[in-house]
C-alpha cells in the first residue's frame, strides 16, 4: 500500500465513523466548495475543506491525494474521481442486486437503460406535475433516469453508472442484509 492509498484508508475511516452520512455529506460539503462549478479543488481548498469537518491531512498527504486525482494535469483534485475512490468496496450480495435491479429495468437487454426501457417498468402517470399538466409522463421518467445518469445526461444509463450510484448509497448502508432488504425492496425484485 502506497502513502497516498494509507491517506484514502485514513479518511475513509474517518468519514465511515461518521455513520450514515460521513462520505455523502463530505461529497455535499466539497460541492458547496466549488464555487467556480470546476468540479476540483486545488490542495489548499482540499486541506481546509477537510479541516473545516475535523478532518485533517497534512500537507504531503493532501498533495498526495491531489495528484493521485488531477485528471487533467491542472494541479487541481476531480471531485468526482476522488469521492469514487473514498467509497469502500462492494461486496459480491451488493453487486449482484445492484445488478439484478439493473436488469429489471433494462427491457430491451442492450445494457443501457432509456426512458424506453422505463415505459415498461414504470409509469409517471400519477406523479403531481403530470396530474397538473406541467409535464409529460416522459418528462417524469427522463429526470428519473437522470438521478442515476452521470454528469453528463444523456439519456442513458450504463450498468456501470448504475453501480456508481448505487455505491455512494452503500457506503451509508452497514450491512448487506439491510441493503439487500432496500434494493429488493425499492426495486420489487
Known amino acids: 500500500m502506497d502513502a497516498v492509498d494509507a491517506t484514502m484508508e485514513k479518511l475513509r475511516a ?3 465513523s461518521r455513520g ?4 455523502q455529506g463530505l461529497a455535499r460539503f466539497f460541492r458547496r466548495l466549488d464555487r467556480d462549478g470546476s468540479r476540483s479543488l486545488d490542495t489548499d481548498e482540499f486541506r481546509q475543506g477537510l479541516a473545516k469537518l475535523g478532518l485533517v491531512l497534512d500537507q504531503a498527504e ?3 491525494v491531489c495528484r493521485r486525482w488531477d485528471c487533467d494535469g491542472s494541479g487541481t483534485l476531480d471531485l468526482e474521481e476522488f469521492l469514487r475512490a473514498l467509497r469502500p468496496p462492494m461486496s459480491q450480495a451488493r453487486e449482484a442486486v445492484i445488478a439484478a435491479a439493473f436488469a429489471k ?3 430491451s437487454g442492450d445494457g ?3 426512458v424506453d426501457d422505463l415505459r415498461g417498468v414504470y409509469s409517471g402517470r400519477a406523479h403531481p406535475k403530470v396530474r397538473s399538466g406541467e409535464w409529460t ?5 427522463r429526470r428519473f433516469l437522470d438521478n442515476f445518469d452521470s454528469s453528463e445526461k444523456d439519456g442513458q444509463v450504463t450498468l456501470a453508472e448504475f453501480q456508481d450510484y448505487y455505491s455512494s448509497v452503500s457506503a451509508s448502508i452497514n450491512t448487506d442484509e439491510e441493503f439487500v432488504a432496500m434494493m429488493t425492496s425499492a426495486w420489487q425484485l
Do not use: F, K
Request: glycine share 10%; hydrophobic share 45%; aromatic share 0%.
Open 20 to 23: 450514515a452520512s460521513g462520505i
Open 62 to 64: 493532501a498533495e498526495g
Open 137 to 141: 409522463e416522459d418528462e417524469v421518467l
Open 112 to 114: 443501457v437503460v432509456t
Open 105 to 107: 429495468l433494462d427491457r
Open 14 to 16: 474517518q468519514c465511515l
